[in-house]
C-alpha cells in the first residue's frame, strides 16, 4: 500500500509541476529536479535510492525508443557526421578530462575510478536537451544534432565505463578496450536491425492497433536484453530499431496503428521524462548524508564537484569551437555552434551509470556527488541561461510562415499525385463519386494554402466550415448523448456514433490556430528544388493594391491574390469562388506566379508544382 501510494504521489506530482512549468515558462526538467530536491528534506517523503538496474533497464529501453521512432531518419544521416563526432569521439575527450581533473584533485582515488567518473559525466541526456530545445524554438538542425547525438553518446560512455570498472576489479588490456567498443558498436548495430526486420515482418500481418501497439511496448527492452546477452551495446540496439521502424511506419503499419502508437508513446515519453527528473532530485538528501561521512575535507569535495561541472562545460564548448573551425563542407554559423556546445546537458543516465561503480571504490561517496553535481548544474546553469542565449545571439526559430507554405506546397503534391491516380482508375461512377472526392480532397489543400492568408480580423472559407461544422458536431454530439440516457440504443452502438463525431471533429481545420502562429512580416521561400522555370521568373514587385477584376466584374470576393510573372495578371487563389489565377494559367501557360498579398515574396510554378 506504501508502495501504491508513494507511485500515486509521485505521479501527481509530475502532473502538476508539468502544468505549473507551462504556466511560469520554465521546462519541466527544471523545476521538477528542484522539487525533488526539496521533497528529499521533508521527513514524510521516504528516502529513494535509484538503482542503476532500474534505470538501464527498466527506464532508459522505452525512453530511447520513444525519441527514436520520432527522429527523422533523414535530417540524422544528413547530419550523421556531425553526430558521430559529438557521440564518439567528444565522449572520450570528455571521460579522458574529467578523469584527470578528479586524479588530481582527490587524492588515492586512483586512475580507474576516475576514468569512470569521467565516463559516467559525459554524455549528455537526450531528454533534457530536446526538452529545453524544443520549447525554446531553437533551429530544427540543431534539435537533430542533439537528439541524435544524445541517441548514441550513451553506447560510447557505458563501454567506457565497463571498462574502467574492469580496471578496478583487476585490470583491462588496451587491446580489450577496442575489442569491446566494436563489438558493443557492431554487434548492437546487428541486433537492432534484427529487430526491426522482426518487428516489420509481424506488423505486415498485423491489423490489430492494439496489438500492434503491444508489439512496440516489448520492442525496446527485447532490443536492450538481447543486445546485452551477447555483451553488445543494448542503447545501440534499441536506437537503430527505433530509427528504422519510425522511418518505415508509413509501410508497414496501418494508419490506424500509427496514430495509436503516436499517441501512446507520447503519453508514455511524457510521464517516464518527468518522472525520471524528479528522481533525480530525490536522491539529494542521501547522497549529501553519505558524503559527509567522507575522509576528504568538504572545501576538496565542493572544488572537485565545481572543477568536473566547470570541465564537462568547458570541454564541450572548445570541441564545438575547435571542430566547426576544422570543417569546411556545409558548417554551422557559428552561433548554432555555440548554443550546441551550451546545450550538453546530463540527465538520468548519467546518475544512473555512477551507481554502477562498485561501492568498494575509493571515495564512492564523492564520486556519487559529482554525478549529481553534473546533472543539477547543467540542467539549472544551462537550462536556464539557453533561451537567453538564444535570444541574445539572435538564433532564428523555426519559422511558422515557411513551415505553412512547405506543408501546403507538399499537400498540394500530394493532391496532384491522387488526382493522376484518380484518373488511371477503371470504374463505373453513377453516384458522382469521384466529384465527392475532388471536393474533399480540394477543401483539405486550400485549408493549407488560406493558412498564409494575412487579410486581418477575416476568416478565410475553411475557418468558417471549421467553426460552423464545430458548434453542429456539438449539437449532434448533444443529441447522441440524449438518447443515450434513453437506454433504448446499444451501447456499443452510442460508442461508434460518438467516436466518428471525435473522428470528424479531430480533422476539423485548425486554421485560426495556425495562421495565428504564422508571422504577417516578410515571408519568402528560402529553400528547395528550383525548377527552369521559377529560375526564369524571379521574384518582383507586387502591383500597388492589388485587386482580381474578374472578381469584380462577377460581384465575388477573393481569398488571397497571386500575380502571374508572365503578363502581371492578378487573380484570385483557388479557395476564392472564381479560382481566377489558375484559370489564367489553363488559358494563357504562363507557369509561374507570385503571391500578391502584403509582404510575401513566395512563387508558384503550376508546371512543376514547386513553390520558389
Not at 519541466?28 to 535509484?50: D, F, K, N, Q, R
Not at 559525459?122 to 530536446?130: I, Q, R, Y
Not at 508571422?519 to 502591383?543: I, K, M, N
Request: hydrophobic letters at 50%; glycine letters at 8%.
Amino acid at each position: 500500500m506504501e508502495l501504491a501510494l508513494l507511485l500515486v504521489s509521485m505521479a501527481a506530482v509530475v502532473l502538476a509541476g508539468a502544468a505549473v512549468s507551462d504556466r511560469l515558462h520554465v521546462p519541466a526538467p527544471l523545476l521538477l529536479i528542484v522539487v525533488g530536491a526539496a521533497a528529499s528534506y521533508v521527513p514524510i517523503v521516504p528516502t529513494i535510492h535509484l538503482e542503476s538496474e532500474v534505470v538501464l533497464l527498466g527506464l532508459l529501453p522505452p525512453l530511447l525508443y520513444s525519441a527514436a521512432i520520432q527522429t527523422s531518419l533523414v535530417d540524422f544521416n544528413a547530419n550523421r557526421g556531425t553526430i558521430l563526432r559529438l557521440s564518439v569521439l567528444l565522449i572520450v575527450v570528455t571521460t579522458a578530462a574529467v578523469g584527470a581533473v578528479v586524479q588530481w584533485l582527490v587524492p588515492g582515488v586512483g586512475w580507474a575510478a576516475a576514468i569512470a567518473i569521467g565516463a559516467v559525466v559525459a554524455p549528455p541526456d537526450a531528454v533534457a536537451a530536446t526538452a529545453v530545445a524544443r520549447r525554446i524554438g531553437l533551429p530544427r538542425r540543431v534539435v537533430t544534432i542533439l537528439e541524435g547525438e544524445s541517441l548514441f553518446n550513451d553506447a560510447t560512455a557505458l563501454v567506457a565505463l565497463r571498462t574502467a570498472v574492469a580496471a578496478l576489479a583487476g585490470g583491462v588490456a588496451l587491446a580489450e578496450v577496442g575489442v569491446d567498443f566494436v563489438r558493443a558498436a557492431g554487434g548492437g548495430l546487428l541486433i537492432g536491425i534484427g529487430v526491426f526486420l522482426l518487428v516489420a515482418w509481424l506488423r505486415k500481418r498485423i491489423t490489430d492497433p492494439l496489438m500492434d501497439t503491444a508489439i512496440s511496448f516489448l520492442t525496446p527492452f527485447a532490443a536492450f536484453v538481447a543486445a546485452e546477452e551477447v555483451h553488445a551495446s543494448g542503447v545501440i540496439s534499441v536506437v537503430v530499431a527505433g530509427l528504422l521502424l519510425g522511418h518505415k511506419a508509413p509501410i508497414i503499419q496501418t494508419a490506424q496503428s500509427r496514430i495509436t502508437e503516436r499517441i501512446t508513446w507520447r503519453t508514455v515519453a511524457f510521464v517516464l521524462e518527468n518522472t525520471v527528473f524528479l528522481l533525480i532530485g530525490l536522491q539529494l538528501d542521501w547522497i549529501l548524508e553519505d558524503v559527509s561521512e567522507s575522509t576528504l575535507p568538504t572545501g576538496r569535495i565542493v572544488l572537485v564537484c565545481a572543477a568536473t561541472l566547470v570541465t564537462v562545460v568547458v570541454v564541450r564548448l572548445a570541441y564545438m569551437h575547435t571542430t566547426w573551425l576544422l570543417r569546411r563542407h556545409d558548417p554551422l554559423p557559428p552561433s548554432w555552434t555555440f548554443l550546441i556546445g551550451w546545450a550538453g546537458m546530463r540527465g538520468v543516465v548519467t546518475l544512473a551509470a555512477a551507481f554502477i561503480i562498485p561501492e568498494d571504490a575509493p571515495h564512492r561517496e564523492v564520486l556519487l556527488l559529482i554525478a549529481f553535481t553534473v546533472v543539477a548544474g547543467t540542467l539549472l546553469i544551462q537550462g536556464l541561461t539557453l533561451p537567453l542565449l538564444t535570444r541574445l545571439l539572435g538564433v532564428p526559430a523555426p519559422d511558422p510562415a515557411e513551415d505553412a507554405l512547405a506543408r501546403a506546397t507538399l499537400l498540394q503534391q500530394a493532391a496532384d499525385a491522387g488526382f493522376k491516380r484518380l484518373e488511371e482508375l477503371d470504374y463505373e461512377d453513377h453516384h458522382g463519386v469521384a466529384a465527392t472526392i475532388r471536393s474533399r480532397l480540394d477543401q483539405r489543400t486550400f485549408a493549407a494554402w488560406e493558412q498564409l492568408a494575412t487579410t486581418v480580423d477575416e476568416e478565410t472559407p475553411s475557418e468558417l466550415y471549421a467553426r460552423i461544422r464545430g458548434e453542429m458536431i456539438e449539437a449532434e454530439r448533444a443529441k447522441v448523448l440524449k438518447v443515450r440516457s434513453n437506454g433504448k440504443v446499444p451501447s456499443e452502438v452510442v460508442s461508434q456514433v460518438l467516436g466518428m463525431l471525435d473522428i470528424e471533429e479531430s480533422m476539423l481545420d485548425a486554421g485560426s490556430a495556425a495562421r495565428a502562429g504564422v508571422r504577417t512580416g516578410s515571408l519568402a521561400f528560402t529553400g528547395g528544388r528550383q525548377c527552369d522555370d521559377l529560375v526564369e521568373h524571379p521574384v518582383v514587385e507586387t502591383a500597388p493594391d492589388p485587386g482580381c477584376e474578374e472578381c469584380l466584374a462577377d460581384g465575388t470576393r477573393w481569398v488571397s491574390l497571386r500575380q502571374c510573372l508572365e503578363c502581371d495578371h492578378v487573380g484570385c487563389c483557388d479557395s476564392s469562388v472564381g479560382k481566377h489565377a489558375t484559370a489564367h494559367f489553363h488559358e494563357t501557360l504562363h507557369p509561374v506566379v507570385q503571391s500578391a498579398q502584403p509582404d510575401e515574396s513566395w512563387r508558384w510554378c503550376y508546371v512543376h508544382n514547386l513553390t520558389g
